[in-house]
């Protein structure tokens, strides 16, 4: 996924985060401020979220570009969420382009999504065979579910130091708090009375977006915001 977004907070329309927007993850389909790899996210979408009362989150997923889904853009001012995440793909080189290599990945328990690429022959092979799809990204989620999402910085890391070519910005939510790291791309925070935002790049001229420094790794809960170098 080449721009990705988490929301936790108060509970607001799925369009008030991915849509409505000036620079939202539509506008970011096609025209990314900030995108260093690839030029637009055409290779698929997908928003997952929790819903009251339902323990596993819901997930809507697609091949096509995000800007082709009138169902999407019709249902999406109609359902609100507390906990959000979705992303727009630009797929890498060598990937298959279907739904089940869109992100979010899920457990069953959390949401994840990767913004970047890794070179599959430095995961495990149990990674590769427990995965929703044979995209990178989705053995790296794989991965991560096994290990534990709590030890998402050191599955960053050591996934970064056997692959130095790597580029592991991820985000994973379980309904109640929100993890990312950054290692190689960029990640920015809006915190509001409201809810806080990560996204890979801002999706409004908001001056209280502040930028996430490169191997960091974040936590959100209802609390507030920690940043832990990794
Ligand atoms: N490697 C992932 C894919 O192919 C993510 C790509 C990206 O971040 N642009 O889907």
Redesign the pocket.
């Known amino acids: ?2 721009r990705h977004l988490a929301y936790l907070g108060r509970a607001r329309s799925l369009a008030s985060l991915v849509l409505a927007p000036p620079s939202s993850l539509l506008v970011q389909s096609y025209a990314p401020r900030r995108q260093r ?2 030029t637009v996210n055409a290779d698929g979408w997908g928003v997952g979220w929790w819903a009251p009362e339902v323990a596993e989150p819901a997930r809507w997923r697609s091949a096509s570009p995000l800007w082709g889904s009138a169902s999407f853009a019709s249902v999406a001012p109609a359902v609100a969420s507390s906990c959000v995440l979705a992303a727009v ?4 080189a060598g ?1 298959p382009i279907d739904e089940s ?1 869109a992100a979010p990945f899920t457990d069953g328990r959390w949401l994840i999504s ?4 890794v070179d599959r022959a430095v995961l495990p092979p149990a990674a590769a065979v427990a995965a929703e799809s044979v ?3 989705a053995q790296l989620a794989s991965l991560v579910f096994a290990t534990g999402v709590d030890a998402l910085g050191e599955v960053v890391r050591e996934v970064g130091g056997r692959d130095p070519g790597a580029r592991l910005n991820m985000l994973a939510a379980d309904g109640t708090r929100l993890l990312a790291t950054t290692w190689g791309d960029t990640l920015s925070v809006l915190e509001t009375p409201e809810g806080t935002v990560l996204a890979s790049e801002p999706y409004d001229d908001d001056p209280r977006w502040t930028d996430v420094p490169d191997r960091h790794l974040v936590q959100v809960t209802p609390d507030g915001t920690t940043l832990e170098q990794l």
Do not use: K
Not at 89 to 92: C, E, I, V
Not at 114 to 117: A, D, M, Q, S, Y
């Open positions: 996924m080449c790899h690839g793909r630009s797929a890498t990937m290599a990767h913004n970047g690429r995209c990178d990204s």
